[in-house]
């Protein structure tokens, strides 16, 4: 197993000034470590103000980090890395799908805007790479002209999920992916993930907290508390020997609500 | 689910397409539409449609009435004015004179006002305000009233007041496009594109654009509305097209020194530019609303 992203040392701060008379609030994250191997899937858990999102956002590079820097498939990149890179290798899949869609243009639109932009296909060949992709995640090639009101919540996530998908990257960062589907769509969608993963390779870093989930689907599990990382292991030395407080706050929460999964 | 594909033969209609089932099927903007239509081919082909030269004086037809009227002719629809001029003529040129130049100064001030707009919108700071606030002068006054200060400057004429208006309509545009790049800029699928990796030109043409054509309706119809009576207005007080150019607003003036002998030298072209206006306003809220069906149904 290869190492494809390496997270030094990331460190970021945010400061809300809200009005100049009133103290700002900062918000730190980091310095925060991180190591990515390929086809590894990787659960970042915590409470909510953890930085979970922050964090996602710092890896996919649609924020700037203040210091540290995140190393690419062993080929040295900063934190001020190019965006062409940047979107071929590491892609995200936002919280509200829905909202990530142009609500004035057709599916086949937004799913062509990024082989436009990174790739040299001509029209023809692009039109067929979204067709395929779409088939790929369980749509259908007629979906190139739904706009975004007609998609269910799922059709949504599957077509986010195609657009970060079409570009064929190494790792996916996704923020909450699973948080407004319905149960049966959801382990469709994690279905579908598991076996995209199996054959294209992917690493996959994903926010949850939803515990079930995260249990099923991760190998290593980062549980975060203010901005910093608190404890991070392999996903079963995590649910059965939890050492931080937070953690085990988060554990036996989730074992509360599952009755028959007790500590053995 | 994926391997069949049955409906591969479905017709999917383009976003055009469909905006315009939406708009037919109100039957006030179709008709908004029909008479919106019926102006723009008299100014578009008014050589053709007018039977005589809308200058020409003819002192053998002086005050002829309408042709409804007991006492008018088939030769003149209209009648004819103090000097004998067909007014049918007249106010097929007068359509031209009008609404064509309102359509060009709306498109001129559009897209001066949304390219502003959009550099005011995705600059920030100090910057973003100068530029938004550019023009802002202009809109504590009544458009009208810039535009008799600008042709009081510059001289009477069509051409200067058509100037007055574009400058006294493009601050409107200016606001709004800003306004709205700015909160879409902040919307996730922006993110998105940017992500994809668009430079700002890109991500306005392809990400901002498509959802901003609703709003350039909606202030473009507004803004044609508020040139075809200001254009009028100023022919009306003498200050834009002279007398003997065939502007509507002109015409009624002419007409006012013998209303009373002629009432239908007044009558016909207000009757026009009220039902401009009246066809520009419906079909511009007709227009609105189906573009807004098209995206939420």
């Known amino acids: ?264 | 689910m994926a391997q069949f594909s049955l409906y591969q033969e479905e017709f999917h209609p383009s976003p055009w397409q469909k905006t315009w089932r939406e708009f037919r099927s109100s039957h006030i903007a179709s008709l908004g539409l029909m008479i919106l239509l019926f102006f723009l081919v008299f100014s578009l082909f008014a050589p053709i449609i007018a039977p005589y030269d809308p200058l020409q004086q003819n002192v053998n037809a002086l005050f002829i009435p309408p042709s409804w009227n007991v006492n008018g002719t088939i030769s003149h629809l209209f009648g004819t004015d103090a000097l004998g001029r067909d007014l049918f003529s007249r106010i097929v040129y007068g359509c031209r004179v009008t609404l064509g130049s309102s359509i060009l100064l709306v498109l001129v001030a559009m897209v001066v006002g949304v390219t502003i707009g959009t550099i005011a919108g995705m600059l920030e700071g100090v910057r973003s305000s100068v530029i938004n606030h550019l023009l802002d002068a202009l809109m504590a006054i009544p458009t009208l009233l810039i535009a008799i200060i600008i042709v009081a400057v510059l001289g009477t004429g069509l051409v200067n007041s058509m100037w007055a208006i574009t400058l006294a309509l493009t601050p409107q545009f200016v606001h709004h496009t800003r306004s709205f790049v700015r909160t879409e800029m902040k919307k996730e699928y922006v993110l998105a594109s940017k992500l994809d990796g668009a430079n700002h030109l890109q991500l306005f043409f392809y990400s901002i654009l498509p959802n901003m054509i609703e709003m350039l309706v909606v202030q473009g119809t507004i803004a044609l509305s508020i040139a075809v009576i200001d254009i009028s207005a100023l022919g009306f007080l003498n200050l834009g097209a002279r007398p003997p150019v065939p502007e509507l607003g002109a015409m009624l003036a002419d007409g006012m020194d013998v209303a009373y002998v002629a009432p239908w030298t007044v009558a016909l072209p207000g009757l026009t530019i009220f039902l401009i206006v009246l066809a520009i306003n419906v079909v511009g809220d007709g227009l609105r609303s189906a573009l807004r069906k098209r995206l939420t149904q």
């Open chain 1, 1 to 264: 197993m290869s190492e494809i992203l390496k997270v030094n040392q990331l460190y970021f701060k945010h400061c809300n000034k809200k009005s100049w008379l009133k103290k700002p609030e900062v918000f730190e994250l980091g310095p925060i470590d991180l190591d990515v191997r390929r086809g590894e899937t990787i659960a970042i858990i915590g409470e909510n103000r953890a930085g979970k999102s922050l964090l996602a956002k710092l890896l996919v590079g649609a924020l700037k980090a203040d210091s540290g820097e995140i190393t690419l498939n062993s080929h040295f990149a900063h934190h001020a890395y190019q965006p062409s890179h940047i979107s071929h290798d590491v892609r995200m899949i936002f919280q509200f799908s829905g909202e990530a869609m142009n609500p004035g243009l057709p599916v086949g639109k937004i799913l062509d805007e990024p082989l436009r932009l990174n790739t040299k296909y001509n029209e023809i060949e692009r039109r067929k790479l979204v067709e395929e992709v779409l088939i790929k995640v369980g749509l259908l090639r007629e979906h190139i002209y739904f706009y975004r009101h007609m998609l269910s919540d799922g059709q949504q996530q599957r077509v986010a999920l195609a657009r970060a998908l079409i570009l064929q990257p190494k790792i996916l960062v996704a923020d909450e992916p699973f948080a407004a589907l319905d149960p049966s769509v959801r382990s469709q969608t994690v279905n579908l993930i598991l076996k995209l993963q199996s054959e294209m390779g992917l690493a996959f870093i994903f926010i949850s907290h939803n515990l079930g989930i995260v249990r099923h689907l991760a190998d290593k599990i980062i549980v975060m508390e203010n901005g910093q990382i608190v404890e991070s292991g392999k996903t079963e030395t995590i649910f059965r020997w939890p050492q931080h407080d937070t953690t085990k706050k988060l554990i036996l929460a989730y074992q509360s609500l599952v009755p028959q999964q007790t500590l053995r």
